[in-house]
């Protein structure tokens, strides 16, 4: 699946971005904010990401620019605390602060619209209230909800806050309708 947004497109990984993908996510500060990648994050762990299969109610996404590359990863997964879809995103430090983690996390609503989701969820860890800035951009309301979240980097949970956006307002939005069907 692909997705193309005013300055970015979105595409699978393929194995040969597992460099760029090493280089722009292998910092502490990006990886320590993040659920599921480890710290230290290795090439092996790019490696791995690269090759994983893609489930096609639940996209992961590089981000790229045409004239950079791969600057970052968002997609969709389910948040193993909830059992909702839950949308996940990072940009290499090099391109924060310049809109693409907000036009990212559009893009990949537009997807998960497309696909027939109706309600997405997120959260970021409230010692990074930039995500929260994000998240509200692009379109999420905070549901008032926090709640410990588990970070592989941290090797703890920490608080995290929680939001949503509804996709469709006249559809059943109780969880992951999608994800029954797959």
Request: glycine share 10%; hydrophobic share 40%.
């Amino acid at each position: 699946m692909f997705h193309r947004s005013e300055r970015l497109f979105l595409r699978p990984a393929w194995p040969e971005d597992w460099e760029a993908i090493y280089r722009g996510i292998s910092d502490e500060e990006t990886v320590h904010n993040l659920a599921r990648a480890p710290w230290p994050y290795e090439p092996e762990h790019a490696r791995d990401f690269t090759n994983r299969a893609q489930d096609q109610f639940l996209p992961d996404f590089v981000v790229t620019l045409p004239e950079d590359g791969v600057i970052g990863s968002a997609g969709m997964g389910i948040d193993e605390a909830t059992e909702q879809v839950q949308m996940g995103y990072w940009i290499a430090r090099d391109y924060w602060g310049r809109g693409y983690a907000t036009e990212a996390a559009r893009a990949v609503l537009s997807v998960a619209k497309a696909i027939g989701h109706k309600r997405i969820t997120a959260s970021h860890f409230v010692d990074n209230p930039g995500s929260g800035k994000v998240l509200r951009k692009a379109g999420f309301q905070p549901t008032g909800e926090i709640r410990p979240g588990f970070s592989l980097a941290r090797g703890r949970r920490d608080p995290v806050a929680c939001f949503e956006v509804i996709l469709d307002p006249e559809g059943d939005v109780g969880g992951s309708e999608m994800r029954q069907a797959a």
